[in-house]
Protein backbone atom coordinates (compact mmCIF):
# COMPACT_ATOMS: atom_id res chain seq x y z
CA UNK A 1 0.00 0.00 0.00
CA UNK A 2 0.79 3.48 -0.99
CA UNK A 3 2.08 5.55 1.61
CA UNK A 4 0.23 8.51 2.73
CA UNK A 5 0.95 11.71 0.71
CA UNK A 6 2.49 14.55 2.53
CA UNK A 7 4.73 17.41 0.66
CA UNK A 8 8.21 17.27 0.38
CA UNK A 9 9.26 20.32 1.95
CA UNK A 10 7.67 23.42 3.51
CA UNK A 11 9.58 26.33 4.90
CA UNK A 12 9.03 29.37 7.07
CA UNK A 13 10.46 32.30 9.32
CA UNK A 14 10.86 32.63 12.87
CA UNK A 15 7.80 33.24 14.41
CA UNK A 16 5.40 32.38 11.28
CA UNK A 17 3.29 29.74 11.55
CA UNK A 18 3.49 26.70 8.75
CA UNK A 19 0.97 23.86 8.03
CA UNK A 20 2.15 20.31 6.81
CA UNK A 21 -0.69 18.04 4.70
CA UNK A 22 -1.86 14.44 5.05
CA UNK A 23 -3.53 13.38 2.23
CA UNK A 24 -4.56 9.83 2.46
CA UNK A 25 -8.10 7.45 1.99
CA UNK A 26 -11.38 6.66 3.43
CA UNK A 27 -9.48 3.38 4.65
CA UNK A 28 -7.07 5.44 6.61
CA UNK A 29 -7.46 8.82 7.35
CA UNK A 30 -10.60 9.82 6.40
CA UNK A 31 -12.06 6.80 8.34
CA UNK A 32 -10.88 6.75 11.52
CA UNK A 33 -9.73 9.31 14.06
CA UNK A 34 -6.39 7.30 14.33
CA UNK A 35 -4.00 9.74 13.46
CA UNK A 36 -0.55 10.66 14.56
CA UNK A 37 2.19 13.01 14.02
CA UNK A 38 5.87 12.66 14.46
CA UNK A 39 8.76 14.51 14.50
CA UNK A 40 12.39 13.76 13.61
CA UNK A 41 15.32 15.86 14.09
CA UNK A 42 18.76 14.48 11.53
CA UNK A 43 19.88 11.41 12.88
CA UNK A 44 17.75 10.89 15.85
CA UNK A 45 14.74 8.95 17.17
CA UNK A 46 11.27 10.05 15.53
CA UNK A 47 8.87 11.70 18.82
CA UNK A 48 5.46 11.56 19.06
CA UNK A 49 3.62 15.05 18.98
CA UNK A 50 -0.16 14.55 18.10
CA UNK A 51 -2.14 11.48 18.59
CA UNK A 52 -6.01 10.70 18.04
CA UNK A 53 -5.56 13.53 15.37
CA UNK A 54 -5.61 16.75 17.87
CA UNK A 55 -3.89 15.59 21.58
CA UNK A 56 -0.49 16.13 22.37
CA UNK A 57 1.35 14.04 24.65
CA UNK A 58 2.58 15.79 27.87
CA UNK A 59 5.23 18.40 27.37
CA UNK A 60 4.86 18.86 23.94
CA UNK A 61 4.53 22.58 22.82
CA UNK A 62 0.98 24.10 22.41
CA UNK A 63 2.78 25.70 19.46
CA UNK A 64 1.51 22.21 17.71
CA UNK A 65 -1.95 22.03 16.28
CA UNK A 66 -3.75 19.20 14.21
CA UNK A 67 -7.06 18.70 12.61
CA UNK A 68 -8.89 16.64 9.99
CA UNK A 69 -11.01 17.19 7.44
CA UNK A 70 -12.47 14.16 5.30
CA UNK A 71 -9.40 12.16 3.67
CA UNK A 72 -6.17 14.50 4.72
CA UNK A 73 -5.03 15.76 8.00
CA UNK A 74 -2.76 18.94 8.83
CA UNK A 75 -0.48 19.64 11.21
CA UNK A 76 0.35 23.64 12.17
CA UNK A 77 3.25 24.28 13.94
CA UNK A 78 2.72 28.67 15.04
CA UNK A 79 5.89 30.91 15.94
CA UNK A 80 8.43 28.64 14.43
CA UNK A 81 11.64 28.51 16.54
CA UNK A 82 14.59 27.51 15.01
CA UNK A 83 14.39 24.32 16.52
CA UNK A 84 11.00 23.28 15.27
CA UNK A 85 13.54 22.51 11.70
CA UNK A 86 13.22 18.62 11.37
CA UNK A 87 11.20 15.64 9.37
CA UNK A 88 7.89 15.85 10.10
CA UNK A 89 5.75 12.27 9.34
CA UNK A 90 2.14 11.69 9.76
CA UNK A 91 1.04 8.44 10.46
CA UNK A 92 -2.44 6.17 10.31
CA UNK A 93 -4.19 3.37 10.97
CA UNK A 94 -5.33 1.14 7.86
CA UNK A 95 -8.02 -1.05 7.42
CA UNK A 96 -6.16 -2.98 4.92
CA UNK A 97 -3.86 -5.84 6.22
CA UNK A 98 -0.64 -3.62 6.74
CA UNK A 99 -2.48 -1.58 10.11
CA UNK A 100 -0.08 1.48 10.01
CA UNK A 101 0.83 3.89 7.37
CA UNK A 102 3.14 6.68 7.42
CA UNK A 103 3.21 9.71 5.39
CA UNK A 104 6.75 9.79 2.93
CA UNK A 105 7.69 12.59 5.58
CA UNK A 106 7.67 16.86 5.42
CA UNK A 107 11.33 18.44 5.98
CA UNK A 108 10.66 21.62 7.64
CA UNK A 109 13.63 24.21 6.77
CA UNK A 110 13.08 27.45 9.30
CA UNK A 111 14.47 30.54 6.90
CA UNK B 1 7.43 7.02 29.62
CA UNK B 2 10.40 4.49 29.90
CA UNK B 3 13.70 3.73 28.10
CA UNK B 4 14.59 1.38 25.10
CA UNK B 5 17.86 -0.02 23.57
CA UNK B 6 17.96 -2.10 20.60
CA UNK B 7 20.41 -4.91 19.94
CA UNK B 8 21.63 -7.64 17.44
CA UNK B 9 22.02 -5.55 13.93
CA UNK B 10 24.51 -5.73 11.66
CA UNK B 11 25.63 -7.03 7.98
CA UNK B 12 23.90 -9.87 6.28
CA UNK B 13 24.29 -11.64 3.08
CA UNK B 14 21.02 -11.39 0.93
CA UNK B 15 19.09 -15.05 1.81
CA UNK B 16 20.86 -14.76 5.46
CA UNK B 17 18.58 -14.44 8.97
CA UNK B 18 19.37 -11.81 11.84
CA UNK B 19 17.63 -11.17 14.87
CA UNK B 20 16.87 -8.28 16.81
CA UNK B 21 16.49 -7.48 20.54
CA UNK B 22 14.81 -4.55 22.31
CA UNK B 23 15.64 -4.29 26.41
CA UNK B 24 12.90 -1.94 27.77
CA UNK B 25 13.41 -0.35 31.42
CA UNK B 26 11.17 2.34 33.43
CA UNK B 27 7.94 1.29 33.09
CA UNK B 28 6.07 -1.92 33.74
CA UNK B 29 6.53 -3.69 30.31
CA UNK B 30 3.58 -6.56 30.00
CA UNK B 31 1.22 -3.68 29.96
CA UNK B 32 1.96 -2.09 26.42
CA UNK B 33 2.11 -3.07 22.85
CA UNK B 34 5.48 -2.48 21.31
CA UNK B 35 6.42 -1.91 17.64
CA UNK B 36 9.15 -2.20 15.43
CA UNK B 37 9.34 0.50 12.77
CA UNK B 38 12.08 1.12 10.00
CA UNK B 39 14.01 3.85 8.09
CA UNK B 40 15.88 2.85 4.91
CA UNK B 41 18.72 5.17 4.06
CA UNK B 42 17.50 8.95 3.10
CA UNK B 43 13.73 7.22 2.80
CA UNK B 44 10.84 7.99 5.30
CA UNK B 45 9.33 5.82 8.18
CA UNK B 46 7.87 2.06 7.63
CA UNK B 47 6.25 0.60 10.31
CA UNK B 48 7.16 -3.49 10.33
CA UNK B 49 5.57 -5.10 12.75
CA UNK B 50 3.42 -5.00 16.51
CA UNK B 51 2.96 -7.28 19.17
CA UNK B 52 0.45 -6.76 22.07
CA UNK B 53 1.39 -6.58 25.78
CA UNK B 54 0.57 -10.40 26.41
CA UNK B 55 2.33 -11.34 23.19
CA UNK B 56 -1.10 -12.74 21.91
CA UNK B 57 -1.43 -10.47 18.98
CA UNK B 58 0.36 -10.01 16.07
CA UNK B 59 0.77 -7.36 13.50
CA UNK B 60 2.60 -7.28 10.43
CA UNK B 61 3.16 -5.50 7.34
CA UNK B 62 2.52 -6.81 3.99
CA UNK B 63 6.39 -6.40 3.07
CA UNK B 64 7.51 -8.75 5.68
CA UNK B 65 4.48 -10.90 6.52
CA UNK B 66 6.05 -14.40 6.64
CA UNK B 67 9.89 -13.39 6.55
CA UNK B 68 9.64 -11.59 9.99
CA UNK B 69 8.51 -12.85 13.02
CA UNK B 70 7.70 -10.46 16.10
CA UNK B 71 8.06 -11.86 19.76
CA UNK B 72 7.86 -10.92 23.30
CA UNK B 73 9.62 -12.31 26.89
CA UNK B 74 7.97 -10.00 29.13
CA UNK B 75 9.83 -11.80 32.23
CA UNK B 76 12.72 -10.47 30.75
CA UNK B 77 11.02 -7.36 29.16
CA UNK B 78 12.21 -7.56 25.70
CA UNK B 79 11.25 -7.22 22.87
CA UNK B 80 12.35 -9.47 19.73
CA UNK B 81 12.42 -9.45 15.30
CA UNK B 82 13.48 -12.54 14.27
CA UNK B 83 14.35 -11.64 10.51
CA UNK B 84 14.73 -14.16 7.56
CA UNK B 85 15.16 -14.31 3.71
CA UNK B 86 16.82 -10.67 4.08
CA UNK B 87 16.91 -8.64 0.83
CA UNK B 88 18.43 -5.72 0.28
CA UNK B 89 15.46 -3.76 0.53
CA UNK B 90 15.61 -4.42 4.06
CA UNK B 91 18.46 -1.94 4.61
CA UNK B 92 17.44 0.20 7.43
CA UNK B 93 17.38 1.64 11.04
CA UNK B 94 15.57 -0.33 12.86
CA UNK B 95 13.74 1.13 15.67
CA UNK B 96 11.82 -0.53 18.83
CA UNK B 97 8.77 1.99 19.60
CA UNK B 98 6.16 1.20 23.17
CA UNK B 99 2.75 1.97 22.30
CA UNK B 100 0.41 3.95 24.34
CA UNK B 101 -1.72 0.56 24.81
CA UNK B 102 -1.50 -2.83 25.43
CA UNK B 103 -2.88 -3.24 21.81
CA UNK B 104 -1.70 -2.13 18.20
CA UNK B 105 -4.51 -1.63 16.95
CA UNK B 106 -6.30 1.74 15.53
CA UNK B 107 -4.53 3.90 18.64
CA UNK B 108 -0.91 2.16 17.89
CA UNK B 109 0.76 5.50 18.84
CA UNK B 110 4.33 5.14 19.84
CA UNK B 111 5.40 7.48 22.55
CA UNK B 112 9.03 6.25 23.02
CA UNK B 113 11.33 5.14 20.61
CA UNK B 114 14.49 4.04 20.96
CA UNK B 115 17.87 4.53 19.29
CA UNK B 116 17.81 2.43 16.04
CA UNK B 117 19.93 -0.47 15.44
CA UNK B 118 21.25 -0.43 11.45
CA UNK B 119 20.90 -3.66 9.51
CA UNK B 120 22.55 -3.78 6.24
CA UNK B 121 21.93 -6.42 3.69
CA UNK B 122 24.79 -6.98 1.07
CA UNK B 123 26.98 -9.18 -0.14
Known amino acids: QSALTQPASVSGSPGQSITISCAGT?????????VSWYRQHPGKAPQLIIY???YRPSGVSNRFSASKSGNTASLTISGLHSEDEADYYC???????????FGGGTKLTVL | EGELLESGGGLVQPGGSLRLSCTAS????????MTWVRQAPGKGLEWVSG????????YYADSVRGRFTVSRDNAENTLYLQMRSLRAEDTAIYYC????????????????WGQGIQVTVSS
Open chain 2, 97 to 112: AKVMSAFCGGDCYLES
Open chain 2, 26 to 33: QFIFSRFA
Open chain 2, 51 to 58: ISGSGGSL
Open chain 1, 26 to 34: SSDVGGYNY
Open chain 1, 52 to 54: GVS
Open chain 1, 91 to 101: CSYTDNSTLVL
